[in-house]
């Protein structure tokens, strides 16, 4: 049979087919409904199919029609723009070329009867029907190249804009140790190009304290962060920080207890209650994604992805996509989490270790302030102290632990009752900081490996108010700065005055710095300064003086024209203190701050009464006058006589253990003290004695009628001490 004629009987049968192309059209798609069922699940898509086939039967009948070369044909843009939806909707790529295998075999097979009744010629029919097949698959060929170029285009897109979103997560999620401002980024990072609304729902034990597990049943959440690509979060039922419960029922409920996450394809006629609020829906929201925040093992919240403006809903790569997201965003609240717990505890721990109130003492006016740092380091291990003495004396002590967390805290907290233990035993600075080294390298020893070095920093200075002398020595920590009308330095047995007319600053360069505390076998040395009456010392750690911004004699610098003008302004210490702070810091500092600041107090000369006495058991007598006269003349006639017999006892002991020369110093401040030196080193002690013995009765008598004594060494000598209460 000719070409010519099956082409022509083609031709004519094309021609007659081609006013039923749409009949034909809804046909192919009844007979595709049973084979694709997915198809009709979303009815943009069927409606865009029965628009698509249609156009393809027209198109090939037009080419059997005028004999056109099917695989330079063109595939109608219905057929692109179904591809771009089968895309979008997340529709598989075999689905789509299984709707054309299924739309080119039923198209052969109608055309197949229509040529048998168009014709009685069995050898046309045939001829014409091979014609059909071999014409139909170039067709399907060349179409579905086209449509599968335009689906990968936008499938291509898709998955460029899925990495741009995880990129942005990696990017976005995360900068800070805060939990809730780590849910605020992953909600942002949620409403921004994937979904319409993002919420995020953390579970109220996790942000309380960081430690509870949530209970089986009906957890309380809090919804931290939710975010809308609308002006606030359309029908929303929870507002940003509001408790709620989900219903034991719900969806929300299930995704927490089983940590699965949920796609869920929702109306608007029947949103949920937990995911619309209640009244009349002004969105249309038609799917969410419910996510767990799950990490290490603990279940940390719930994050809802939803669209509502988006008309393309959420796929299983979408599904992939946020739970990813989410993984990494549960990481980074647990590590927030663990972060908040951490450093709760250890700042507790460091302020329950430090002074809790002001120490009663006449010597000096302190005020003390600790702020622990803004930054990611944590809680450090800075401290500061103020410890009475005997005779009216105080000592003031800043220290500053290497290291974060609750280690150095502990390690914070072990130092300081070494110090006050030490200091209890009357120790110059050089030697306390001796012996405190000594309690430094013992607890390297003690700690395993993995808590690495213990290294430590202090500055130990007593003040005398009898004297005005302040003794201080360094392990490794910034001098002091002091700021006073009339200045006077000594350092051992050199002396160099400066009197100047106003306000004067020093930075102390003369103090001998030390090495730090943990390296042993170095020495410490002690620097004296004698300070007029009114004078500021302010003692800190490096924190306050580093920084990102200026270099370290500009903070000095700051630091000295701070303290002189408040020095010049008369402000209290706890002024000083706010004063340094607000000059000195930012609002996040970067290092701990421990800061002490003392106003210095000079004892009234007509309150210290000095008596040097020979080394003459005769002298006692002397004394026990001496002592008499001094406290009737300050009106404390009644503690006379025990001030007499504790009196009577010291000397005794000084003159006939001791080196001359012996001195008397009565001191009356906020208790009475009794103070005898004598150049000899060798320290008494208490005992009892037996019925027979003619001594060792005094310092028990001693003890028993002052509140307080004890021995104080000093670079030639001791002296013995003992306090009695003010009437």
């Given amino acids: 049979m000719e070409k010519d004629d099956v082409s022509a009987f083609l031709g004519r049968l094309a021609h007659d087919l081609r006013p039923r192309s749409d009949q034909w059209a809804g046909l192919l798609m009844e007979q595709m409904r049973g084979e694709l069922p997915e198809l009709w699940q979303r009815a943009d898509l069927a409606q865009r199919a029965l628009s698509e086939t249609a156009d393809h039967v027209t198109a090939f009948l037009d080419a059997l029609e005028h004999g056109r070369d099917v695989t330079e044909a063109k595939a109608p843009p ?45 050898r046309l029919a045939n001829a014409a029907y091979l014609r059909l097949i071999e014409t139909g698959f170039a067709y399907v060929d060349q179409s579905s190249e086209q449509v599968v170029a335009a689906y990968q285009e936008v499938r291509d897109r898709r998955v ?65 962060a939710q975010r809308s690509v609308l002006d606030g979060c359309p029908d929303s039922p929870v507002d940003t920080d509001e408790r709620h419960v989900y219903a034991p029922d719900s969806v929300p409920a299930e995704v927490l207890a089983t940590g699965r996450p949920v796609l869920l394809p929702v109306t608007t006629a029947d949103a949920p209650p937990w995911l619309a609020a209640p009244g009349p829906p002004r ?94 380091a944590g809680v450090g291990g800075d401290w500061y102290d103020v410890i009475p003495l005997s ?14 967390g609750l280690h150095a805290a502990a390690t914070m907290g072990r130092l300081r009752t070494a110090v006050r233990a030490f200091a209890d035993i009357d120790l110059m600075p050089d030697e306390l900081l001796t012996h405190l080294d000594d309690v430094v390298i013992r607890l390297q020893t003690e700690e395993s490996r993995e808590d690495g070095e213990i290294s ?23 001098p002091p700065a002091v700021a006073t009308s009339a200045y006077v330095g000594t350092t051992g047995a050199d002396t160099a005055e400066v009197q100047t007319g106003g306000t004067a600053w020093a930075d102390l360069p003369a103090l001998p710095i030390g090495p730090p505390l943990g390296l042993g076998g170095l020495p410490f040395e002690t620097a004296q300064w004698e300070l007029p009456e009114g004078s500021l010392l302010a003692l800190y750690t490096d924190g306050l003086v580093q920084s990102r911004t200026r270099d370290l004699d500009a903070s000095l610098t700051l630091l000295s024209d701070t303290l002189v003008r408040a020095s ?20 996040r500092p970067s290092d701990d701050v421990a800061l002490l600041v003392a106003r210095t107090r000079a004892l009234d000369p007509g309150h210290v009464a000095t008596l040097d006495l020979p080394s003459d058991p005769a002298a006692v007598s002397g004394a026990r006058r001496f002592t008499a006269d001094t406290l009737g003349s300050w009106g404390l006639d009644e503690l006379s ?59 028990l008598l001693v003890a028993q009628c002052a509140e307080r004594w004890g021995t104080r060494h000093g670079r030639e000598g001791k002296t013995i001490w003992a306090e009695q209460a003010l009437p």
């Fill in 568 to 587: 010049r302004s008369s402000a209290s210490p706890d002024e000083v203190c706010e004063g340094l702070l607000a000059t000195m810091l930012p609002a």
């Fill in 641 to 699: 006589f025990t001030t007499e017999l504790i009196v009577s006892e010291l000397v005794t002991n000084a003159i006939r253990y001791g080196k001359p020369p012996v001195r008397l110093r009565l001191i009356l401040d906020a208790a009475l003290t009794c103070e005898v030196f004598d150049a000899n080193s060798t320290a008494p002690h208490m005992r009892r004695a037996r019925t027979y013995d003619e001594g060792g009765r005094g310092l």
């Fill in 456 to 478: 430590a920093t202090c500055l130990y200075a007593i003040y005398d108010p009898a004297t005005r002398i302040c003794s201080l020595a360094s392990a490794g920590h910034v």
């Fill in 283 to 376: 969105f249309g929201f038609h799917s969410v994604l419910l996510l767990p925040l799950y990490a290490r093992g603990t279940t940390l919240g719930l994050a809802q992805f939803v669209r509502h403006r988006t008309p393309t809903p959420f796929d299983d790569d979408d599904l992939l996509l946020a739970q990813d997201i989410a993984a990494r965003a549960a990481l980074y609240i647990d590590n927030a989490r663990r972060y908040t717990h951490e450093r709760t505890t250890a700042l507790t721990l460091q302020r329950s270790l430090l002074p809790q109130r002001p120490v009663e003492q006449s010597a000096v006016e302190t005020a003390a302030r600790y702020l622990p740092s803004g930054s990611r």
């Fill in 160 to 224: 460029q804009h899925r990495l741009m979103i995880t990129n942005e997560a990696s990017r976005r999620i995360g900068t800070t140790l805060d939990t809730v401002r780590t849910a605020e980024e992953l909600a942002e990072v949620g409403a921004d190009g994937f979904a319409d609304l993002a919420t995020v729902d953390i579970l109220d034990s996790v942000l309380q304290d960081g430690e509870q597990l949530p209970p089986a049943d009906a957890p309380v959440l809090r919804r931290v």
């Fill in 78 to 122: 219905a057929a692109l723009e179904l591809a771009h939806g089968f895309a979008e909707a997340g529709v598989p790529l075999s689905t789509l070329l299984r709707t054309y295998r299924l739309g080119h075999i039923g198209l052969l097979q109608l055309l197949q009867d229509e040529a048998t009744r168009f014709t009685d010629d069995q």
């Fill in 391 to 404: 005779g009216g004396r105080v000592a003031l002590v800043v220290g500053d632990v290497v290291g974060r």
